[in-house]
């Protein structure tokens, strides 16, 4: 009896640590997906601020652009301008200088022909 009783104590003992331990797998388990859910809490959070921040950047360099094509399109409306009024002023001085070079022309021979 002794020996029965020292076997039922033994399975005994076998079912509590099979208890512990599986309970301790849980345990390990639910440490494990909290810490995973921190960690995706986490990641979420800084992808948010990274986000965030590249987005600040981003409307920073599109107003950076929109101004500078602004300025640019100011230049070139003025740089327009200024050579209209070039054209306008030089136009009929350059109307002249073409009619003159047509009209006037002055017979030669060339160096090349003779003359028998």
Known sequence: MLQSRGISDLLAAEKKAQELIEEARKRKNKRIKDAQNEAKVEIEQFKAEREKKY?????????NRTQMTEESNKETQIQIGALKSQYESNKQ???????????DIKPEAHINARID
């Open 55 to 63: 987005k600040g950047l981003e409307q920073q360099q599109l107003g």
């Open 93 to 103: 001085e350059l109307l002249q200088r073409i009619i003159t070079l047509v009209c």
